[in-house]
């Protein structure tokens, strides 16, 4: 569940608002409110690569909902010009 939460209120929030504002708006990155996001969502990412350098999978031994929920945004970070090139175990 906490994997859950965190894809909603932190993950989701940052993420996928960010993508969204560039893919649909083409929002000014340099606006206060983007920047905030953008900072959130590079936090979420690194924490996220953390927690998989010492485990295969969010949760035990196999895909979870948890692992599916948070892909859902994580194949399409590149549209929201976030990287996975310095997060090998999120990648």
């Known amino acids: ?10 993950y989701e929030p940052n993420i996928a608002t960010v993508r969204h504002w560039l893919a649909h708006f083409g929002r000014d990155l340099a606006e206060p409110p983007f920047l905030e996001r953008r900072r959130n969502g590079e936090a979420v990412l690194d924490f996220m690569d953390g927690h998989l350098a010492e485990r295969a999978f969010f949760l035990g031994d ?11 945004y994580t194949h399409v970070l590149h549209e929201g010009s976030y990287h996975l090139a310095n997060r090998p175990h999120l990648a």
Request: charged share 10%; proline share 0%.
């Open 62 to 72: 196999d895909f979870t909902i948890a692992g599916i929920a948070l892909y859902a």
């Open 1 to 10: 569940m906490q994997w859950l939460f965190s894809e909603q209120y932190s």
